[in-house]
Nanobody
């Protein structure tokens, strides 16, 4: 069973940047889909961004042009670079992994593996 551990969350002012990391306890090479989801209080978990092993990506419209997802299979790590952060980006951010590549192009939170989440708060 692969464990996923997120880090890099915190408090940042509007317009600021954060870089989230998701470290896996084992190889992520077999995970053809990896993604970031977020959940704000009182709201459903929603897709932020996802990436295949080949580098194809899918972004929520709300983060396009501001967030960049990437993965380093050699380091067994998934990243999310978040720029121009807004208060509405405040949420718990979760890392997810699945062996089915087509998951990248779906919005539903139905990945097989999940991290415990990291809090991102955007506030002045």
């Amino acid at each position: 069973q692969v464990q996923l551990v997120e880090s890099g969350g915190g408090l940042v002012q509007p317009g600021g940047s954060l870089r989230l990391s998701c470290a896996a306890s084992g190889s992520i090479f077999s995970f053809n889909a990896m993604g970031w989801y977020r959940q704000a209080p009182g709201k459903q978990r929603e897709l932020v961004a996802a990436i295949t092993n080949g580098g194809s990506t899918n972004y929520a419209d709300s983060v396009k042009g501001r967030f960049t997802i990437s993965r380093d299979n050699a380091k067994n790590t998934l990243y999310l670079q978040m720029n121009s952060l807004k208060p509405e980006d405040t949420a718990v951010y979760y890392c997810a992994a699945d062996r089915r590549a087509w998951r990248v192009f779906t919005a539903g939170p139905e990945y097989d593996y999940w991290g415990q989440g990291t809090q991102v708060t955007v506030s002045s």
